[in-house]
């Protein structure tokens, strides 16, 4: 073996051979793959995992990830046997209840938003197309035909074999790993029993297994967990075990319901359940293999319920084959990808083969241009707050994740457990206004208030009903704090937004660096701007401050803190400059609506006589108060930020004061309404990397001739030329969309919904979606489809509310 390498891959898994083979597509030169086991049949779940390829989920990054995986398994050479490197069967999700249909139908839609094909297909057409299912047990189906069964073990071949025949790639297997040795917090070599390799960057594709890195705590949020698989005896007929087309010539089913999945082994039946208790293993336990010995008490209800859909397994006598398998479940449920905070250490983990070719395919593109075609918040090593590394947390998340996988979910529930982790500082004084919490970035923060519940018979006729699939985590209340924001006031508590400080000599030059908007203004002014990425892709929105001629406050989403701290600290090498995680040492109130600026003044003692977009210091009672005239609701008033161990008085000033006003406090529900009739954009949902400042209605925030800055070079070609879509508003006089609903130009899906909720203010129900942009001209007629059923919607000028900008100012 050579004694050094540009690129060692860990892991010669299907994950780790997709990332050799997309690297050595984008060039990159000497990379060489180990693993500790034989290779292509290796002892992860690679070579023991079933082979189901299911092109579709309710998530759009997995699905556009298993879209992608599918593509590429199905354009591989045949390795060995071509049935099992690849067959495109075709898969079908089945419901026994109709709120299971309810749920297929859903996924029907964004399917077409996410440009999928599926098909809703009633029992007896998933009869037809799957004889050995009884139809009777059934409501119906959602069949993917692009969905496919595989062999890990083949496809790992394939790709392997064609990276090699690159010329930029070798392997060694039965190489096991001593340890990953880091100087000065960069990878400099990997340590094996007979060898050292020098290394420039280490890819860990190890999946369950957490490799030793030399003085480096590197936590992996994610547990193995033993998952059951049978093969029946012969319980089927007319398939002939000689003839090896045979093999797979049906579509693979998912029982959602009773969370098992069965696929065809010629007259036999392989069965899969998630349905018994969770069976974790410690990341000390795990073992040699993936492979545990079958557990049959725990295989009892699948049995049953496998039965009941599959009346020929009646007929069994036994089992040919039983396993008891390991996966990956992270905390979250999606992969980590990306640089950790050792530089050169890279991650591809927890991720099944389903997604294997799109992780692999992103980081490579993160590896050698710095972004991905894809956005990939959801997947970042970087997006986990500290209390989300601890063993305690991980635990208890991955065996809920595990005993819910198959549950529908609604995009706006809260998770089960566990709760009240993190507490707002006002958490005693919301509690005494009857707070309904939902979490946010760990920290339970009010989505509307108890105490208000009176206000919904004042509002009552401006407040209409909601369908039941989105009245559900919602209440009128919020709508009535909606209306008494814009008409009195309201205060919101704001300890959702965190603050990265940058302070020194250079301090005003590397925050003009990393933003799109000109940054080095007088000390007072707030800046509202982007990050970019090299491509020009918005990497984050964001207000900044200046505080002092060396002295910046950025504000950013406590939900992506930990990610855009690592981003900053990233691009602050060599800028000599101090980057400070001030987050936890401030919190904030938002005063806000047509009394606001006065209830302010009453709390200070006096006018604090900002102008729009200005900032600086006011005293409440005792507490040093930074106040910022902006708004995230379209309506006057200030963002004001104190230390978080004064937080109770200012907030008992505030509401003493505002008694009298008729101000409430009001939840991040009605937040979200007023921000949507405002037009203010929601990054992760209406922006993110892959839109770009100019089709997201935000080329105003790009200041091209101010100098370097990342993404400028991408911008002054991006402002020259016409998007080809744009953030378009659109109203709705009916329907109900929550968001990833697709819009229906005649029978094209031309985009889906980025966000939306009924603009209490406006008597309409708005939506944000981006639209080719023949469309996204005001008064356009397109049709949104929601729970199946298609409703007009207009587009409109924008903003709705307010569109002079009077009342913010």
């Known amino acids: 073996m050579s004694d050094r390498a540009a690129v060692v891959v860990i892991g010669a898994g299907i994950v780790g051979a997709s990332v050799a083979y997309h690297l050595a597509e984008l060039g990159v030169d000497d990379i060489l793959v180990v693993d500790k086991g034989s290779v292509p049949h290796n002892v992860g779940s690679t070579s023991h995992a079933p082979g189901g390829v299911v092109a579709m989920s309710h998530d759009r990054l997995l699905s556009l990830m298993s879209f992608y995986s599918t593509d590429l398994y199905r354009r591989l050479a045949p390795f060995d046997d071509p049935r099992r490197t690849y067959n495109p069967v075709g898969s079908i999700e089945v419901a026994r209840t109709p709120e299971r249909m309810e749920d297929l139908v859903r ?29 009777s047990v059934m409501v119906g189906g959602l069949y993917i035909p692009d969905s496919a069964i595989i062999s890990g073990v083949n496809v790992t071949g394939a790709l392997l074999r064609d990276a090699m025949a690159s010329g930029r790639v070798r392997l060694s297997a039965d190489t096991p790993i001593e340890d990953i040795e880091t100087t000065d917090g960069r990878v400099v ?17 190890t999946n369950i297994w957490q490799p030793p890195v030399s003085g480096i705590d590197l936590p992996l949020p994610l547990v193995a967990f033993q998952h059951q698989y049978v093969e029946t ?25 009773q969370a098992l999945y069965f696929r065809h082994h010629w007259n036999r039946l392989g069965v899969g359940s998630y349905q018994h208790d969770p069976l974790p293993v410690a990341p000390g336990d795990v073992g040699a293999t993936a492979e545990r010995p079958f557990t049959p008490a725990d295989f009892e209800g699948a049995w049953k319920a496998a039965r009941q859909l599959v009346p020929a397994l009646e007929r069994s006598g036994g089992f040919n084959r039983t396993l008891n398998g390991m996966f990956a479940f992270t905390v979250d449920g999606m992969p980590l990808i990306g640089e950790t905070n050792t530089d050169g250490l890279w991650m591809a983990v927890g991720s099944w083969i389903t997604h294997a070719g799109g992780v692999g395919k992103a980081t490579a593109e993160l590896m050698v241009t710095g972004e991905a075609e894809w956005d990939l918040r959801q997947a970042s090593v970087d997006r986990f707050p500290p209390h989300a ?7 208890t998340v991955t065996n809920k994740n595990y005993r819910e996988l198959y549950d529908i979910k609604h ?11 993190r507490l707002s500082p006002f958490a005693s004084r919301l509690d005494e206004l009857a707070a309904h919490y939902m979490p946010f970035g760990g920290i339970e923060l009010a989505a509307w208030f108890g105490a208000n519940e009176s206000l919904v018979d004042e509002y009552a006729d401006r407040i209409p009903p909601r369908s039941d699939w989105a009245s559900r985590h919602w209440s009128p209340i919020a709508g009535a704090e909606h209306l008494r924001c814009r008409e009195v006031g309201a205060i919101f508590d704001l300890t959702g937004l965190s603050i990265i400080e940058v302070t020194g000599d250079r301090a005003a030059q590397f925050v003009d660096y990393l933003c799109s908007n000109h940054m080095d203004v007088a000390p007072g002014r707030v800046v509202y701007t982007t990050w970019l990425t090299p491509a020009g892709g918005i990497q984050r929105d ?8 060396d002295r910046f406050w950025m504000f950013v989403g406590e939900g992506t803190r930990p990610r855009d701290l690592a981003w900053v600290h990233r691009q602050a090498d060599g800028h000599d400059v101090a980057v400070t995680d001030i987050s936890d040492a ?10 606001a600026p006065e209830t302010v003044a009453a709390a200070a003692g006096n006018d604090p006589d900002l102008g729009y977009f200005r900032g600086g210091w006011i005293e409440i009672g005792p507490v040093p108060v930074y106040a910022m005239r902006i708004s995230y609701v379209g309506e006057a008033g200030y963002e004001l930020h104190f230390p978080v161990d004064q937080a109770l008085g200012v907030f008992d000033r505030l509401r003493d004061v505002s008694a009298g006003r008729g101000l409430v406090m009001a ?17 992760g949902a209406d922006i993110h990397t892959e839109h770009d400042p100019y089709e997201a209605g935000l080329g105003w925030t790009v200041k091209s001739g101010k100098g370097d800055f990342i993404g400028a070079s991408a911008c002054n070609e991006l402002a020259g030329r016409e998007p080809s879509r744009r953030l378009s508003c659109l109203v709705l006089d009916d329907g109900d969309p929550l968001g990833n609903e697709p819009v229906l130009d005649q029978e094209e899906a031309v985009g889906y919904i980025t966000s939306s909720a009924f603009g209490h203010s406006v008597g309409q129900a708005v939506a944000y979606a981006y639209l080719p942009t023949r469309l996204a001209s005001p008064g356009t007629t397109v049709e949104v489809m929601v729970e199946g059923r298609r409703y007009p919607a207009q587009v409109a000028d924008e903003p709705l509310w307010d569109p002079a900008g009077e009342r913010v100012q």
């Open 107 to 135: 996924e029907h839609g964004e399917s077409l938003a996410y440009g999928a094909e599926t098909h809703l297909i009633d029992a007896r057409e998933v009869a037809d197309r799957v004889p050995y299912l009884e139809a």
């Open 189 to 205: 070599s990997v340590r094996t029993p007979g060898d050292r390799i020098e290394a420039e960057r280490v890819v860990l594709c």
């Open 233 to 257: 005896d012969d319980v089927l007929e007319g398939f002939d075990p000689a003839h090896p087309a045979d093999e797979i010539t049906v579509p693979t089913v998912r029982d959602l319901d």
């Open 389 to 395: 590394l601890t063993g305690n947390y991980i635990t």
């Open 411 to 421: 995009p706006q529930e809260p998770p089960s457990q566990p709760r009240h982790v």
């Open 542 to 549: 964001l207000a900044v401050a200046r505080l002092g001629p």
């Open 586 to 595: 401030y919190t904030a109130l938002g005063v806000w609506g047509p009394r």
């Open 667 to 683: 939840g991040s529900t009605s937040m979200n309404s007023l921000r949507i009739e405002k037009g203010y954009r929601l990054w």
